[in-house]
């Protein structure tokens, strides 16, 4: 009888262990799939904060653009349609859970990218413009935020990889899916995106 006690009681306390393995080892895998969502959501904000910080930078450009009155409207037109597009589309974080959502974002954000690379081709009519001190200035922090917006999409995209192929590997991927921890999008290059800009000079 003390035997059967012990057998049960040895089998019991095995229970528990494997039981709390289990539970400290699901608090691990949820605790780090936190940890990888806020990566991404942290390197959302960057890239957002640099869409932003172009955004910003359009009124003054194409105000000081403006000033030039044979400068082409139609471009002009074009750069400020496109910002109104691109500020019209809410950068949530949930955006990225949402693939329709998201390619219309990075479509819209695409479209201001060409549109201003048009203005700048076209800028290269106008010698005077060109050395006109307010739009250099202009023209370097538009070109330096470019630059950033590329850094901050590839990293999004690291970050994005990372979280993505850790809610897919067993058995992670329970944990994953019972708390709703979903796919995110990647930034992609937009059709086209690879030819330069068009500039038909009559």
Do not use: H
């Not at 262990?17 to 691990?28: E, F, R």
């Not at 695409?110 to 076209?122: F, I, Q």
């Not at 538009?142 to 690291?158: A, D, M």
Request: with cysteine; net charge neutral.
């Amino acid at each position: 009888m003390k035997k059967g006690l012990l057998i049960g009681c040895s089998v019991a306390g095995l229970i528990l262990i494997v039981v709390a393995v289990l539970i400290s080892w699901g608090i691990g895998a949820y605790n780090n799939l936190v940890t990888l969502d806020e990566e991404v959501n942290k390197g959302w904000s960057l890239v957002e904060n640099q869409y932003q910080r172009r955004i910003d930078l359009i009124p003054n450009l194409v105000n000081t653009v403006k000033g030039y009155a044979n400068f082409e409207k139609e471009v002009l037109t074009g750069v400020t349609e496109a910002r109104a597009k691109a500020s019209s589309i809410q950068a949530t974080p949930e955006l990225m859970n949402n693939p329709q959502a998201f390619q219309k974002f990075q479509q819209a954000q695409g479209e201001l990218g060409s549109a201003l690379s048009r203005l700048l081709v076209t800028v290269e009519r106008y010698p005077e413009l060109k050395a006109n001190e307010n739009f250099l200035q202009l023209q370097a922090q538009l070109e330096g935020t470019e630059n950033r917006i590329s850094v901050e999409r590839k990293k999004f995209n690291e970050a994005v990889q990372i979280y993505n192929t850790t809610i897919k590997k067993f058995p992670t991927s329970i944990f994953a899916s019972l708390y709703g921890f979903k796919d995110k999008q990647y930034f992609q290059a937009i059709a086209g995106a690879e030819a330069p800009p068009k500039v038909e000079f009559n």
